[in-house]
């Protein structure tokens, strides 16, 4: 089942602030190799009569920043990584990214507007046609410091947020929360060890 693709409001939708940042407990978890996921629903920041979802997700890999980088920008082996991705097409030329994912029996088709920012090991994107319409996010690849505040040799703190904005969120409400929670963990740890070990699905 396809849902209905929604125009996002007029205006820059704002990323949500990291929720495992300056977190002792978190951070145990993260070096117990957990990957934490989030996804709720808030009231619209850019209109009231909207609804807000954001997702976020942290997890460590044990790979240089720089390596799991230059990996992460292999878009077109995404179906090779995870099943939820059906289809991934890239034009290096203009940036462009087409995707076709899938969770539970709901489908959806977005084109996302890329920048890869080298120095700063992100990977920002919007989508700027299909379903999510509006949404921002980024992909970051950071260094892990030891209590010396000394990047840790071979290990990267790799983090997602996102968030749209719109008065009919173009998702099935029993996605939203738990389920979607369990399959962007699922696809989460798939990527880890892609760039961990290269393995891919097929």
């Known amino acids: 089942m396809t849902g209905p693709a929604v125009k996002a409001e007029t205006g820059l939708v704002e990323l949500p602030a990291p929720f495992w940042a300056g977190k002792p407990k978190v951070r145990e978890k993260l070096e117990d190799r957990d990957i934490l996921v989030s996804v709720r629903t808030e009231s619209g920041r850019l209109d009231e009569a909207a609804s807000r979802l954001v997702m976020s997700g942290v997890g460590w890999v044990k790979r240089a920043p720089g390596d799991v980088f230059e990996m992460a920008k292999s878009f077109e082996k995404l179906p090779q990584v995870s099943e939820h991705f059906r289809e991934v097409k ?42 999510f319409l509006g949404l921002r996010g980024e992909i970051e690849m950071a260094n892990v410091l030891d209590g010396k505040k000394k990047p840790r040799a071979n290990l990267t703190e790799m983090s997602v947020l996102m968030a749209h904005e719109a008065r009919e969120l173009p998702v099935p409400k029993f996605l939203i929360g738990f389920a979607l929670e369990i399959v962007s963990k699922n696809v989460a740890q798939k990527m880890r060890r892609f760039f961990e070990t290269g393995a891919l699905e097929k």
């Open 90 to 131: 890239f034009d290096a030329k203009t940036s462009r990214l087409f995707v076709i994912s899938q969770a539970l029996g709901y489908q959806a088709r977005m084109l996302f507007q890329v920048q890869l920012l080298e120095q700063e090991k992100r990977i920002r994107f919007h989508v700027i046609e299909g379903h």
